[in-house]
């Protein structure tokens, strides 16, 4: 399959380049950044050398002419592009044969008056948002494997309906109870443009987007339950460990607990369920995401900690698990063995 990508000089859409890179299947075409991008024309490998001799594809600007064609000239487009930029293109980015998954926030949302109030701009690609299809690739592969657009999750929301979602799908949740997540990720969940909140001095562990960040709706609406969810920024560059909280129904043992998670997830190779509450050293670099739980039937409470690289797991890898099922590959096909660096 012939794959471009949008935005590849950011930090997952390089780690997209160097995934398709080495994927059996899927090979590089072109990659892209904005019009008016100082990086146009560079290599790829002058912004990220780790990739020097891997990749050696150059940066193009891309303009409306480009963009038209791309539909036509590639069977898989992946959008590494912030949300507006995603908004703007997709409509003409399926309007030929091609595939498109995009990873920015701008299509995960159906209900387009809860986008706006927590994206800040107007939805106006309603048919696009018609096509498009939630890439949580362990939960939604029916949908996924028939898509032509995917909208890949984000990664706090990955992090967050990895651990919740077997519980919720067994019927196992207090309804009077909303899940509590806290998560922290690393500085570069923020992008690669230089901000002070982002800056090697001023960042300090922190909790920020309190009762109103843009993942709240997005893990509810999926999770199918109200939650509260509390990011915090690290100082530290990569990996998201996501604490989650759950108040479980009256009388719920912990077989019934063990088994939701089994049936979850023990025929899927992405998600490892470990016997210790994971180390973000574990998943960093890593395409899995590693889940514990531990449940205390007295209080009826379960604790379940969660662990991706968010621009993997969390981002480009999940990208191209759900590219993988959309063309009829098995899930973790290129992503086992490729780590990063
Ligand atoms: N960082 C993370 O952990 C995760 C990020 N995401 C989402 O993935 C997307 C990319 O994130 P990330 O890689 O961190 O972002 P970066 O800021 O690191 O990269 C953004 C990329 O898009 C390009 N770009 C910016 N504006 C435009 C434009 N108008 N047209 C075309 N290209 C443009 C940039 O290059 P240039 O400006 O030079 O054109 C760059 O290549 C975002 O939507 C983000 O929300 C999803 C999951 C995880
Ligand atoms: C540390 C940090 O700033 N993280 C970003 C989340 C990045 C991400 O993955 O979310 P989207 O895919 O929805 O952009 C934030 O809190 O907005």
Redesign the pocket.
Known sequence: MKTCVIGASGYTGAELVRLIQHHPKFTLGQTFVSEQSADAGQPLSVLYPALNGIVNTQLEALNDATLASLAHDYDAIFLATPHQASHDWASQLLAGSAKVFD???AFRLQDRQVFERYYGFQHTQPHALGQAVYGLAEWYQELIAKAKFVAVP???PTASLLATKPLGHADLLDPNHFPIINAT?G?S??GRKATMTNSFCEVSLQAY?ILG?R?TPEISAYLGSSVIFT?H?GNFKRGILATTVCKLKYGVSADQVEAAYLNAYSSQPMVRLVAQSPRLDNVVGQNFADLHWQYSQETGYVVITSAID?LLK??ASQAVQCANLAFGLSTSTGLIGSQHG
């Open positions: 990873l920015s926030g984000g990664c706090y990720s500085v969940g923020a987007g960040h993942h990011p920024l968010n969390g981002a």
